[in-house]
Every structure is written in C-alpha cells, then in structure tokens.
T-cell receptor
Framework: KAGVTQTPRYLIKTRGQQVTLSCSPISGHRSVSWYQQTPGQGLQFLFEYFSETQRNKGNFPGRFSGRQFSNSRSEMNVSTLELGDSALYLC?????????????FGEGSRLTVL | GDSVTQMEGPVTLSEEAFLTINCTYTATGYPSLFWYVQYPGEGLQLLLKATKADDKGSNKGFEATYRKETTSFHLEKGSVQVSDSAVYFCALIPNNAGNMLTFGGGTRLMVKP
C-alpha cells in the first residue's frame, strides 16, 4: 500500500512569490491535514480537510490556504511568500471520522524562501 | 491554550542504556496523547498512544503511561539500540478536535554503539 506522497520534495522561491504544494493521501483515506515544521516554532497545525471540506484551521494568516479534491488529494497554497515561510511542510492522512488520530505522514515538502 | 512540553535534547546514550524522555501537557478535559518518531530522512510515524487516564501505550519496546494527576506521558525504553536514534515528539489531541495535533518541541535521541 503506497504511503502519503508529497510533491515537490524540495523547492526554492523568492519573497513575494506564491507556491502550491500537493499531497496524495493513502488510498481510501478521506482526511488530510497539513503541518508546518520549523526549527524555531516546531510542528504547527495548518488545516485539516475531510471530504473536500475544511474541518479545522490553525492559527496562520490568510496567505495560507488549502483545498481538497473529490479524490481526496489535497493542495496547499502560500501567497506572497515571506522569509519566515521557509519550512518543511508535512501532509498527513487518516481514514476519517472523529477517532483518535493515527495520522500517516508524508516525507514533506521543504520550502526555502530567499 | 493547549500545549506540550518535552525535555530538550539531544539525549545521548550508549546502546542498551535505559531511556526516559519526559513529556508534560496542558489541556482542558481529557486529551488523547501520542508519541511520534521521526527517523532521519523520513516522515513522522506514530510510535504509541493512550486515550484515557492510566492507559499504557506500548510499541517496539517503548512504553508511556497517561498520568492525569501529573499531566505527564513520559516515554521509556529499557534497552535502546542504535536504530532507535531519531527525533521523538510528544503530542496531544484535545477532545473532539479531529486531526489537530499539538506537538512538543521534539527530543533528538542519539544512541552510540
């Protein structure tokens, strides 16, 4: 069974640009979450989607957005990039429902903003 | 708000040594508690979990007990191996919060042969 796949794995952008990251969950999983990992702030929750609907959102500015498609694949977008957006962005999937989260994480997309 | 505090690393041990990584939390109600592990170059993996007070989670020789009275979920292993070298994250999900994990800062464990 294939795991969570994130693309691209590495990317470099400049300030002011925008970026789109993609996540393909494990087959059959309907819930996708996104996390930001930085050395200073650690792992922080961005948002969660279930059946194409945003279910929860973390404390991030509106420049951070996401969506989920009917096949459960998800994208997140960051507009007007800032240096502080440099981070490892992790996607996680779960089968769904309101159970107590075994999340399956991808290897992440490492974004560097210059 | 909810928070998780874990001991800073790195923790350096010799093979077969006893491991404890402390984790305490602040949350209302009865959160679910987790330990995740991140091996070099890999994504996070669930190591163990506990969903109610006095539950003990265990996996791969690691154990942690949900202590409501001390708001703690310390990770222990009796005899570590070089292959246990990784970063360990303590985390919680508040009641009915879906996938909103709140993570501690992570503790890097280095095991030397």
């Amino acid at each position: 069974k294939a795991g969570v796949t994130q693309t691209p794995r590495y990317l470099i952008k400049t300030r002011g640009q925008q970026v789109t990251l993609s996540c393909s969950p494990i087959s059959g999983h309907r819930s996708v979450s996104w996390y930001q990992q930085t050395p200073g702030q650690g792992l922080q929750f961005l948002f969660e989607y279930f059946s194409e609907t945003q279910r929860n959102k973390g404390n991030f500015p509106g420049r951070f957005s996401g969506r989920q498609f009917s096949n459960s694949r998800s994208e997140m977008n960051v507009s007007t990039l800032e240096l502080g957006d440099s981070a490892l962005y992790l996607c996680a999937s779960r089968s769904g429902g309101i159970d107590t989260g075994e999340l399956f994480f991808g290897e992440g997309s490492r974004l560097t903003v210059l | 708000g909810d928070s998780v505090t874990q001991m800073e690393g790195p923790v350096t041990l010799s093979e077969e040594a006893f491991l404890t990584i402390n984790c305490t939390y602040t949350a209302t109600g009865y959160p679910s508690l987790f330990w995740y592990v991140q091996y070099p170059g890999e994504g996070l993996q669930l190591l163990l979990k506990a969903t109610k007070a006095d539950d003990k989670g265990s996996n791969k020789g690691f154990e942690a007990t949900y202590r409501k009275e001390t708001t703690s979920f310390h990770l222990e292993k009796g005899s570590v191996q070089v292959s246990d070298s990784a970063v360990y994250f303590c985390a919680l999900i508040p009641n009915n919060a879906g996938n909103m994990l709140t993570f501690g800062g992570g503790t890097r464990l280095m095991v030397k042969p």
